[in-house]
């Protein structure tokens, strides 16, 4: 059985959404304890929570004592890995984007191809928003040789949540193949997306994309962003946001492949201007740091690299908790090996397939 400390590393929920998918790859029980020690509100949340069930349900496994605010679980994993038409509501504003990050994993060595439903929050803090998952992880993804998309179906914002994702993923014929992204290279383009709900007649969009643009060609730099307005008569998606809301996210790509992204959400008393200026001063920060993966994509890639054949290698803005747990985590159940020299964070995979478990393990 794996015993883990939740309380190490970060001590946060990233450890909660790993390890049972790790657990799964490898065949082998868990006993998880201080869950999300380290938050203000430990023990699992209703997205936590809800990412464990997934999971389970996925493999077949057994969880035992998951529920709101627990602080220890205990999980069996099945025998295999399923794929097929899934629908989970976090029943919150928490978010699918994490939710879906959780699941990913599985779903690209599943029996056959796989259809998650996610409804919850798509654009909140502390979370990646469903764009950057759309336009800057998957196109990753894909690089390593997955074949999956994320369609956007109903935007969805703190508190009410009710926003909606499908994600659709193809089960891999082989091992994912290691990622290099070694030098940022040339920026060649920057694109991105305004979106507002309900919040037509105070012009969010516009107002974010004009300070966003001024701060980036102030740069040098000349955008391409796309301004979307949500109504109740007009929505952006197929169906309306059931509150007001907003989002800004924008990425850069350069001429070595590599694409950098930065998003923010609305919130009480967050303006559209500062909204704007944080997101082009984030780019821009990541940017001017050499990094081949912005801040984000730096930790999301670590499970994936793990089980890729071969070694991956890329330039990150800096160290965050977040890298150091993952890191933590496939060395500890997955026996992949990492290390950070600088900024150069290298990953030995594991070649993992649907049939195989990790040697030693």
């Known amino acids: 059985m794996i015993e883990l400390d939740g309380s190490q590393k970060s001590g946060s929920g990233t450890i909660v959404r790993d390890v049972v998918p790790f657990s799964a790859f490898v065949g ?11 938050r203000e509100k430990p023990g699992l949340r209703a997205q936590h929570l809800k990412a464990l069930e997934a999971a389970a349900r996925i493999c077949r496994g057994k969880i035992r004592g998951a ?7 205990f999980f069996s994993p099945g025998k295999v890995i399923n794929g097929g038409r899934y629908r989970w509501d976090i029943g919150t504003a928490g978010s699918t984007a994490m939710l879906s990050l959780s699941l990913l994993p599985m779903a690209l060595f599943a029996d056959e191809p796989s259809t998650y439903d996610l409804t919850g929050g798509l654009f909140q803090d502390f979370a990646p928003s469903a764009y950057h998952v759309k336009f800057v992880l998957i196109p990753m993804l894909r690089k390593m040789g997955a074949n999956l998309d994320l369609e956007i179906l109903q935007p969805g914002y703190v508190p009410r949540g009710n926003g909606q994702v499908q994600v659709r993923v193809s089960p891999m014929k082989g091992p994912l193949k290691p990622l290099h992204l070694a030098e940022q290279g040339k920026v060649e383009e920057i694109r991105g997306i305004a979106l507002s709900s309900l919040l037509e007649e105070r012009s969010v969009s516009d107002r ?25 008569k007009n929505p952006s998606y197929r ?9 800004l996210a924008v990425w850069a790509k350069t001429a070595t492949g590599c694409l950098i992204g930065s998003d923010m959400a609305g919130a009480p008393r967050r303006t ?23 801040r984000h994509l730096a930790d999301q890639l670590v499970p994936f690299a793990a089980l890729a054949d071969g070694v991956s290698s890329y330039v990150i803005p800096g160290m965050t908790d977040h890298i150091e747990a993952r890191l933590w985590l496939i060395e ?15 990953i030995q995979g ?4 649907r049939t195989s478990v990790p040697p030693g393990k």
């Open 28 to 38: 082998r029980e868990l006993h998880l304890t201080n869950i999300r020690a380290k």
């Open 67 to 73: 529920a709101i605010g627990s602080k220890e679980i």
């Open 208 to 232: 974010m994309v004009k300070k966003c643009r001024a701060e980036l060609k102030a740069r040098g730099y000349d955008p391409k962003l796309e301004i979307l307005y949500d109504t109740r």
């Open 239 to 247: 169906n309306p946001s059931i509150q007001a809301g907003a989002c």
């Open 272 to 294: 559209a201007e500062s909204i704007g200026t944080r997101v082009a001063r984030n780019l821009l920060e990541d940017l001017d740091s050499g990094a081949t993966v912005d």
């Open 332 to 346: 500890e159940i997955l026996g992949a090996k990492a290390e950070v020299k600088g900024r150069v964070l290298t």
């Open 350 to 353: 594991i070649g993992y397939l």
